[in-house]
């Protein structure tokens, strides 16, 4: 695995290569982004951003939320998939936010997991993005991206957090994680567009197994773990972990 200091070179490089990175969740507020994060496993940003206006225009805020009833809210977030089971997950996570929370989000990692369809990196993401404390998501994206460049190692979403977490100052934890999955949605995709990529030269999946695959060279033994790197749920809640986009 690769030195701190080697991988804030490299997310330096491709923070350029990708200025935008950003969520792609439309919200507003706090709330607004908790719950379309939460709609957001096994779905696709596009599909939650065409859901959430008539959900926000109708429940503005948890309170509103909670005194939903599973009949009214299902029908609006049915195109997400795994509709009810997120439709208990939101209105169990809305009538927690009003009981203990006085219905405002929480800006801590203990308490948001505590809430119904919360995990860690649904909480991250609503840390990062809308609180302003910093937070490093990692969806499949991110452990894809950096288990090939060899900035982090393992399938565990959460040892690769803290792995890229002690490596990156804490004020670049919320952009790393917008970078990294960028790119793997633009680039580094499950078949790569290597000639695009701006670490190309310092990625190992590149030099273990493509390069060597354009020399004619078998890959080395390394690049049957990078390989197989799988990523398991980790977009969204606890209740919906079985499936992803």
């Given at each position: 695995?690769?030195?701190?200091?080697?991988?804030?070179?490299?997310?330096?490089?491709?923070?350029?290569?990708?200025?935008?990175?950003?969520?792609?969740?439309?919200?507003?507020?706090?709330?607004?982004?908790?719950?379309?994060?939460?709609?957001?496993?096994?779905?696709?940003?596009?599909?939650?951003?065409?859901?959430?206006?008539?959900?926000?225009?109708?429940?503005?805020?948890?309170?509103?939320?909670?005194?939903?009833?599973?009949?009214?809210?299902?029908?609006?977030?049915?195109?997400?998939?795994?509709?009810?089971?997120?439709?208990?997950?939101?209105?169990?996570?809305?009538?927690?936010?009003?009981?203990?929370?006085?219905?405002?989000?929480?800006?801590?990692?203990?308490?948001?997991?505590?809430?119904?369809?919360?995990?860690?990196?649904?909480?991250?993401?609503?840390?990062?993005?809308?609180?302003?404390?910093?937070?490093?998501?990692?969806?499949?994206?991110?452990?894809?991206?950096?288990?090939?460049?060899?900035?982090?190692?393992?399938?565990?979403?959460?040892?690769?957090?803290?792995?890229?977490?002690?490596?990156?100052?804490?004020?670049?934890?919320?952009?790393?994680?917008?970078?990294?999955?960028?790119?793997?949605?633009?680039?580094?995709?499950?078949?790569?567009?290597?000639?695009?990529?701006?670490?190309?030269?310092?990625?190992?999946?590149?030099?273990?197994?493509?390069?060597?695959?354009?020399?004619?060279?078998?890959?080395?033994?390394?690049?049957?773990?990078?390989?197989?790197?799988?990523?398991p749920s980790t977009r969204g809640s606890k209740s919906v972990r079985t499936a992803r986009r």
């Open positions: 695995m690769k030195s701190p200091g080697e991988t804030r070179e490299i997310l330096g490089r491709l923070e350029s290569q990708h200025p935008d990175a950003d969520t792609e969740l439309d919200y507003k507020t706090p709330f607004q982004l908790l719950v379309a994060t939460i709609l957001s496993a096994q779905s696709t940003d596009a599909r939650v951003n065409m859901v959430t206006p008539a959900l926000f225009k109708r429940y503005k805020d948890a309170r509103a939320l909670a005194r939903a009833k599973p009949a009214e809210l299902e029908p609006l977030i049915h195109s997400t998939g795994f509709y009810r089971a997120k439709a208990k997950s939101l209105l169990g996570m809305a009538q927690k936010l009003v009981a203990a929370h006085n219905g405002a989000v929480p800006p801590s990692m203990d308490a948001l997991v505590e809430l119904p369809g919360v995990g860690r990196k649904t909480a991250n993401v609503v840390l990062g993005h809308a609180l302003g404390v910093p937070g490093l998501p990692v969806d499949r994206h991110v452990l894809r991206v950096s288990n090939r460049i060899g900035i982090a190692e393992g399938d565990d979403p959460e040892v690769v957090e803290q792995q890229l977490c002690a490596a990156m100052p804490k004020d670049r934890w919320t952009r790393t994680s917008d970078t990294l999955i960028l790119h793997g949605r633009r680039i580094c995709r499950p078949k790569p567009l290597c000639d695009q990529c701006a670490v190309r030269d310092d990625c190992d999946y590149f030099r273990l197994v493509i390069a060597r695959a354009r020399d004619g060279k078998a890959p080395k033994n390394k690049a049957a773990t990078l390989a197989k790197t799988t990523t």
